[in-house]
């Protein structure tokens, strides 16, 4: 248990379907990611937000739109995915300023058919 | 820039025996190195990390490292590993802000 929490687990959905996955800190953090984890390939860094406001867009396309409301919330909006976006999706936060480590959640499976 | 590089896709070992796991790193400063594992269905946890200081680290679970900077290594060691030790490992270099991941060493072991 890292303190990082994450639904659902497991997310089955159709390419038209709009869905939203959802990240919480317990930790007192002010930093928080979204990671996007591919079957043979490295963990790609999506988004990035410190104090609520989003620093980092890796070129992830707009069909994925995150929403971060406050430090120990974070969300992944989900419309009209295509098949590759099926992946493990990862959410992390750390102490900006701080200790300077990210900790994890357990990841949603998401499933895109 | 930056990048990670873990040699072994995949390691099997018998279990009681000693284990190291291969990281090579390329940074343009003095690194923050970690080391993370994942076992199937779970998130990434965090074994250990280098900052500064003593080049030999202590983690959890038994691990250390041990950072090299002529070699630009941080390879991961175990002297007597443990059925459950089984799981797929994650090298990554850089800040709080910016980590870069290593393609995964992932470790079997026989019984």
């Known amino acids: 248990e890292t303190g990082v929490t994450q639904t659902p687990r497991h997310l089955v959905m159709g390419m038209t379907n709009k869905k939203s996955l959802k990240c919480e800190q317990h930790l007192g953090h002010n930093a928080m990611y979204w990671y996007k984890q591919s079957a043979k390939k490295p963990l790609e860094l999506m988004f990035v937000?410190?104090?609520?406001?989003?620093?980092e867009n890796n070129s992830v396309p707009s069909r994925f739109s995150p929403e971060c409301p406050n430090s120990s919330h974070l969300f992944l909006h989900l419309h009209t995915l295509q098949p590759e976006d099926s992946a493990l999706y990862l959410c992390?936060?750390?102490?900006?300023?701080?200790?300077?480590?990210?900790?994890f959640g357990p990841g949603t499976r998401l499933l895109v058919l | 820039a930056q990048s990670v590089t873990q040699p072994d896709i995949h390691i099997t070992v018998s279990e009681g025996a000693s284990l190291e796991l291969r990281c090579n790193y390329s940074y343009g400063a003095t690194p923050y190195l970690f080391w993370y594992v994942q076992s199937p269905g779970q998130g990434l946890q965090l074994l250990l990390k280098?900052?500064?200081?003593?080049?030999l680290v202590q983690g959890i679970k038994g691990f250390e490292a041990e950072f090299k900077r002529s070699q630009s290594s941080f390879n991961l060691r175990k002297p007597s590993v443990h059925w459950s030790d089984a799981a797929e490992y994650f090298c990554a270099v850089g800040g709080a802000q910016k980590l870069v991941f290593g393609q995964g060493t992932r470790l079997t072991i026989n019984p």
């Open positions: 937000y410190n104090f609520k406001e989003q620093t």
């Open positions: 992390a936060s750390s102490q900006e300023g701080g200790e300077e480590t990210q900790y």
């Open positions: 280098y900052f500064s200081g003593d080049t």
